[in-house]
């Protein structure tokens, strides 16, 4: 008899914790077609607004022009086309490091790493707040895991002075996913040096966003050479998929070798490589810091407005989450704004802890002015106002 499914899947529904695909009709941008209907669209990570651009679009194009759709299979089985090799030299140039490897997703990238430096005779030391990936890949290793509470830095330097591992490896975000707030780096950094820690910094949502030149904010906080391993995405700022991990040449060849979520998956569209090399050149560009500007007074403009819910950060960030606490308020507010023409996620658990429930805010250097006012307004009212936006 097959499993039957459907208590557990009621039981979901019951907590309000039940999921579903929504189907959108339209490119994924600052307006979406949605059932029938447009939505303003806060729900996406595409922070510069790089996903619809046309000069990413046409590099795309270009890409299959000359290279195909697929890549045929792993890259040590059929080879290295030349737009994943010259990606990869433009990322460690990018991040200031010797060399980098790209993979097909930023889950990939910590589920490949992490179980390839560390293992069980090893100690990972986590924020609590981390990404699923890097927790994941931490029990995947079979080192052992400590956490700490989300930037304590008291508990950090009692777990890196009682490791006693052969390896103690460091991980943490930049910008944290559902809470946009920064990591306290600087004082991190102090730390896993003082030990002889590494650190794995995620970056997925601070590159393209903060930094001289979009490089992050290790960048930003001069950081960036003291960094052992330097973890990003192609999702978020660029507008496209993928993710890397940029560090020493030795570091990148051993995960050549023993990275398995790089060695048996096939390569990521050369189509897309080539069009990340695009989107890094903008990123990098007169026109990156255009739109980081006008990312960052979005975020002030909003914030300026102070609807409920919504905490300045010393470090702009895109993400701002209105706090909730219940799962099924957080669903109804969603709704509510999905019917004031708002595309705006309920975050639940397990991606947040049980009672902080969230709507999940964030910003695009795409938005216009006026969208961030209509949103603005429509937070303070929570929805009430009869106005459409």
Not at 160 to 181: H, P, Y
Not at 317 to 342: C, H, N, W, Y
């Amino acid at each position: 008899m097959p499993w039957n499914l459907s208590d557990e899947l009621a039981a979901l529904e019951a907590s309000s914790l039940l999921r579903s695909l929504r189907l959108i009709e339209s490119p994924q941008g600052q307006v979406i077609q949605w059932e029938g209907r447009e939505l303003i669209n806060f729900s996406s990570n595409d922070y510069l607004g790089l996903a619809g651009h046309e000069r990413v679009k046409a590099s795309a194009v270009d890409g299959i022009g000359r290279y195909g759709a697929g890549s045929g299979a792993s890259r040590l089985v059929c080879g290295t086309l030349r737009p994943h090799h010259d990606l990869e030299e433009q990322l460690a140039d990018f991040k200031g490091t010797e060399a980098a490897l790209t993979f097909s997703s930023g889950y990939a990238v910590a589920m490949g790493t992490i179980p390839a430096l560390v293992g069980s005779e090893d100690v990972i030391i986590l924020d609590k707040l981390c990404h699923a990936s890097l927790v994941d890949a931490s029990k995947l290793s079979g080192a052992t895991i400590r956490v700490f509470p989300h930037n304590h830095l008291e508990k950090l330097a009692k777990l890196l002075a009682s490791s006693q591992g052969r390896r103690t490896l460091v991980v943490t975000e930049s910008i944290f996913s559902m809470d946009g707030d920064a990591a306290m780096l600087k004082e991190i950094v102090n730390l896993k040096d003082q030990h002889g820690a590494w650190l794995l910094l995620d970056e997925a949502h601070a590159v393209g966003v903060l930094g001289p030149q979009g490089r992050g904010l290790a960048a930003l906080l001069g950081l960036d050479g003291r960094i052992d391993l330097h973890m990003g995405t192609l999702s978020k700022a660029f507008g496209l998929s993928g993710g890397y991990l940029a560090a020493s040449r030795s570091t990148i060849d051993f995960l050549i070798n023993r990275a398995r979520s790089f060695i048996y998956s096939t390569a990521p569209s050369p189509a897309i490589a080539h069009a990340a090399s695009a989107a890094l050149e903008i990123i990098r560009s007169a026109e990156g810091d255009a739109l980081r500007a006008q990312l960052l007074e979005h975020i002030r403009r909003l914030l300026s407005h102070c609807p409920p819910g919504l905490v300045p950060r010393d470090v702009p960030s895109a993400i701002l989450p209105v706090i909730v606490g219940d799962e099924d308020m957080a669903m109804q507010l969603s709704t509510r704004f999905r019917e004031k023409g708002f595309l705006i996620p309920a975050i639940r658990y397990p991606t947040v802890a049980r009672g902080s429930a969230r709507l999940r805010v964030t910003l695009s250097a795409a938005h216009t002015r006026d969208q961030v006012d209509a949103l603005a307004a429509c937070l303070t009212s929570r929805g009430d106002k009869k106005e459409e936006p």
